[in-house]
């Protein structure tokens, strides 16, 4: 495929071209792919760079050619709108040739949207303390293991915080999903009223970390595992291993040094779908 405009920088602050932005989608391809196949996906565009306003984009294309995936999903109002799925290298170097900077994915798949096989927390705080980032997300990984027999991974989001994201077998509706996680979420909070929150107004929250839990309703997303973060830096949503927590840094995996990583360490997601499991309440 020829890119278009390869030479126009998208991050200005480090100079990376459009080129440069789709080879990255290309290279980690085999590593971004287990996570985009089958899903409906949402484009955040920036077509003139990430320091100029972007678009986010939810319907497929019309000129998008055949061999670029679609699904018909339900819609609010609607019977079915169509969605891009990306199932090949092809398809996601063509997105992002199109001005697609973040793929935002459905925590579901596409032959059965309503029963999510995924459960993510966003652990998003209010202020630049990173230590109470690192100890909730070890907290909760012990929770959902030891409390509840789930297996837990953990990914940096490219910002401040970390996804918990816990893989399901499909048992559970996103209702019930979205109602567990509220349920561990609220009993996390509960136990440290001082420094977690599940009040979702910023007014409320004050200096808490926010467990942000609604990106487990019907139809939400999440920045895919690998996915870059239109951030001056470029900066990767990298998954981690558990051990990689305690010394966690913000913005420390970007485009240009996630395959140094990747070349010295395995995929800490490469067995994820393998530890599916079901929600407690549906066993």
């Not at 972007?54 to 998008?64: L, S, Y």
């Not at 596409?110 to 100890?135: E, K, N, Y």
């Not at 808490?208 to 949503?237: C, H, K, M, S, W």
Request: proline fraction near 8%; charge should be neutral; aromatic fraction near 8%.
């Amino acid at each position: 495929m020829t890119v278009s405009h390869p030479d126009r920088v998208v991050f200005p602050a480090i100079g990376l071209t459009k080129g440069e932005l789709v080879d990255y989608y290309v290279r980690i391809g085999p590593h971004i792919l287990p996570h985009l196949r089958g899903r409906p996906l949402t484009m955040q565009i920036y077509p003139k760079g990430v320091e100029e306003p972007g678009a986010f984009v939810k319907e497929r294309r019309k000129h998008f050619p055949d061999w670029v995936g679609s699904a018909e999903v339900p819609r609010k109002g609607k019977e079915t709108f169509l969605m891009p799925v990306i199932d090949t290298v092809d398809a996601l170097a063509y997105v992002a040739n199109q001005g697609m900077v973040v793929p935002h994915v459905w925590l579901s798949r596409v032959d059965d949207p309503w029963h999510p096989d995924r459960l993510v927390f966003d652990l998003d705080p209010s202020t630049d303390d990173i230590g109470i980032v690192r100890d909730t997300a070890l907290e909760l990984r012990t929770v959902l293991r030891d409390e509840h027999g789930l297996v837990p991974y953990v990914k940096s989001t490219g910002s401040r915080g970390l996804h918990v994201t816990v893989p399901l077998d499909r048992s559970a509706s996103s209702e019930e999903v979205r109602a567990f996680a509220e349920r561990v979420a609220d009993d996390l909070a509960e136990r440290h009223p001082d420094t977690l929150t599940t009040a979702f107004s910023k007014a409320d929250r004050g200096t808490r970390l926010y467990l942000d839990v609604l990106r487990n309703g019907p139809a939400q997303t999440e920045v895919v595992a690998y996915g870059v973060r239109a951030r001056p830096t470029a900066p990767v949503a990298a998954p981690l291993e558990w051990d990689e927590v305690r010394t966690f840094e913000p913005g420390k995996w970007t485009v240009r040094n996630i395959f140094r990583r990747l070349s010295r360490r395995a995929d800490p997601w490469a067995d994820m779908d393998a530890n599916a499991r079901a929600l407690p309440s549906v066993r």
